[in-house]
């Protein structure tokens, strides 16, 4: 069991965390949807919209200042977070979705018929449609990986295929799934890519909050990820980028701020990052980032990516006993992140999640914005827990007890009790 650092004091810093469902404790098992915020980081945007609130980069008055500091202040934040090598690689945005619609739009301007563009069948809904969409936009084509049985990126097939090739001109990849939990081989797959000449792109969204990230060590060219899944704000995402990429690439929206000079008959645009940060910035939910970097860099990322595997090992052996249970992905923790999905037989999983949330455990039911990996794998949807830096193994427990009496419930296997028989 993990003792990195003290799980019960840190629960003490999440209000929500104390809630009771009914009769029952909070279980909360969703993470990888979203995952709770600390009192640190609600206290950091209250304290900012109370006594420093301004716009950034206009006002000429002290609160601008202060507002503005605040928000460069958490770019630097950011950029040391990730390992980037200046802070005008960050760029902000509003979520990851936003940060890969920009990198597919912007690199989108290269592509051409002939041309393709990478990603895999594991992929989440957003980083898939903005590059069918720029496929469509140019004539380039789609290509993907699949994945092996065990849930894997099926590299060997990859090379196999030609997958990567003369004519790829991006690859972008998820580091970890939000479905089957595999943390893919990035830097194996950038050194891939750059052979060819192409951009690497990667889906740090659920890598970024679970395990230390240096963009150098993945080898990528470009990486986004959201601040709601680590301890943030929503409403904030960041898409870092080398800046000589970022530098030669054109606008993603216009407007404010993002531009040097504008005439009626032209315009000139603004260096990076500001050249991809039209409008009001989302400045209080950058101070939130900020505040929860902070926060999670203080208990250690080492620490939180170990307690993270110790849960995840943990609940792959005591669900492996639920009968009638299939999990889909690796079953082993290894090269594996905290996100468990797995189906139950003959319970539709909105069935499974209802049962589980009257009983106070908090886990999501669909296709977790993954429908070509059920597809896939053969399942029209699936449940998923999700474990993070908060969660205990009490909560694990509590989970595989719901699970074997929701099996039990809806096979009839209920005694007269109560009881399971």
């Keep these: 069991m993990s003792d990195l650092y003290d799980v019960e004091a840190v629960r003490r810093e999440f209000p929500i965390l104390a809630r009771q469902i009914g009769a029952y404790p909070l279980t909360y098992l969703d993470s990888a949807n979203t995952s709770q915020k600390p009192q640190a980081v609600v206290d950091a945007i209250a304290d900012h919209y109370l006594s420093h609130n301004a716009n950034v980069a206009r006002a000429m008055h002290v609160l601008g200042a202060e507002a ?4 460069e202040g958490a770019r630097t934040a950011v950029a040391d977070f990730i390992g980037a090598s200046r802070s005008e690689e960050v760029v902000f945005t509003k979520n990851a979705s936003e940060a890969l619609n920009l990198a597919a739009h912007t ?5 051409g018929p002939g041309d393709e563009v990478v990603v895999s069948v594991m992929e989440h809904h957003s980083n898939i449609v903005p590059w069918q969409l720029a496929c469509e936009r140019t004539g380039a084509t789609l290509r993907w990986f699949d994945i092996t049985d065990e849930g894997r990126l099926d590299i060997e097939g990859a090379v196999r295929d030609g997958l ?6 991006v690859v972008s990849l998820t580091w970890v799934s939000n479905v089957l939990g595999t943390v893919n081989p990035v830097a194996q797959v950038a050194a891939m890519a750059h052979s060819v000449g ?3 792109v ?3 969204s659920q890598g970024v909050p679970q395990l230390p ?6 080898g990528c060219d470009m990486l986004a990820f959201t601040g709601h899944k680590i301890c943030g704000p929503t409403g904030i995402g ?6 000589d990429l970022l530098e030669s690439l054109p606008p993603f929206l216009g407007g404010g701020e993002m531009i040097e000079v504008v005439r009626m008959t032209g315009s000139t645009y603004a260096p990076p990052p500001y050249r991809f940060e039209a409008g009001t910035q989302p400045i209080a939910q950058a101070v939130g980032l900020h505040a929860a970097i902070r926060y999670v860099s203080a208990l250690g990322m080492d620490q939180i990516a170990a307690h993270e595997h110790d849960l995840t090992a943990y609940a792959l052996e005591g669900m492996s006993h639920v009968r009638g249970l299939r999990i889909l992905g690796p079953t082993e923790a290894v090269d594996r992140g905290g996100a468990i999905s797995f189906t139950l037989d003959g319970v539709h999983p909105h069935d499974v999640m209802q049962l589980l949330d009257s009983r106070g455990v908090a886990i999501r039911g669909g296709h977790h914005c993954a429908r070509p990996l ?6 029209q949807s699936s449940c998923r827990a999700s474990v993070y830096l908060y969660t205990t193994h009490d909560e694990i427990d509590r989970l595989v007890e719901a699970l074997d009496y929701t099996g039990a419930f809806f096979s009839g296997r209920l005694a007269t009790t109560g009881g399971v028989r």
């Design 68 to 71: 503005t500091a605040a928000f």
């Design 198 to 200: 192409a951009v690497m």
């Design 374 to 379: 059920h597809d896939r794998l053969g399942v």
């Design 202 to 204: 990667v889906d740090g």
């Design 107 to 111: 690199l989108g301007s290269r592509l």
């Design 213 to 218: 990230t240096d963009v150098a060590d993945l």
């Design 164 to 169: 990567i090739n003369s004519r790829t001109k």
């Design 238 to 243: 960041v898409l870092w980028g080398s800046y």
